[in-house]
């Protein structure tokens, strides 16, 4: 067994020393070329985009609904429907290039989970103006009356011209 100790370290190090190199370099700096690559290729592609419209967003062809809160009376139908109440709708100026603005509105509704869910989904279809960006759910404790309510805080935002 001795007389093969030296051919057994030798075949050791030809097989563990690559594997470490490729563990300890070589894996890392490959994903990152590859990643460049991916990057190159994805901003000639937002190069290639025409300047007036960066992001590709799709103006809304229903006029000013978040800035105005036109929104709201598109969405009375669908909250009255699931028993949801509007406790306050807050729109502002967020953005502006060119001719293009920006508005976002905060709508906070409250209701049950169910309901809330479903105007929710209402908002973000087709049929609704603007685009829901964000939605948060919170649990609200009235302090006289140790009431709970779930309120749901929705940001819609809306290109216009």
């Not at 909250?79 to 060119?98: A, M």
């Not at 989970?113 to 908002?123: E, K, N, Q, S, Y």
Request: include cysteine; proline fraction near 4%.
């Amino acid at each position: 067994m001795k007389r093969y100790i030296g051919h057994l370290k030798l075949a050791g190090w030809l097989v563990i020393a690559p594997w470490l190199v490729w563990q300890l370099t070589l894996k890392n700096t490959l994903a990152l070329q590859r990643e460049c690559g991916r990057m190159e290729k994805e901003l000639e592609q937002l190069q290639q985009m025409p300047e007036n419209n960066p992001a590709g967003l799709t103006l809304s062809s229903a006029g000013a609904s978040v800035s105005s809160g036109e929104i709201l009376n598109r969405l009375r139908e669908r909250i009255e429907k699931n028993r949801v109440t509007v406790e306050r709708y807050t729109p502002f100026f967020t953005e502006s290039e060119k001719e293009l603005e920006v508005y976002t509105g905060e709508l906070v509704l409250s209701g049950t989970f169910i309901p809330l869910l479903r105007v929710l989904d209402f908002m973000e279809g087709q049929e609704c103006p603007g685009k829901v960006v964000s939605g948060t759910f919170r649990l609200e404790t009235d302090r006289r009356s140790r009431a709970e309510r779930l309120l749901l805080t929705v940001w819609v935002q809306e290109v216009e011209e």
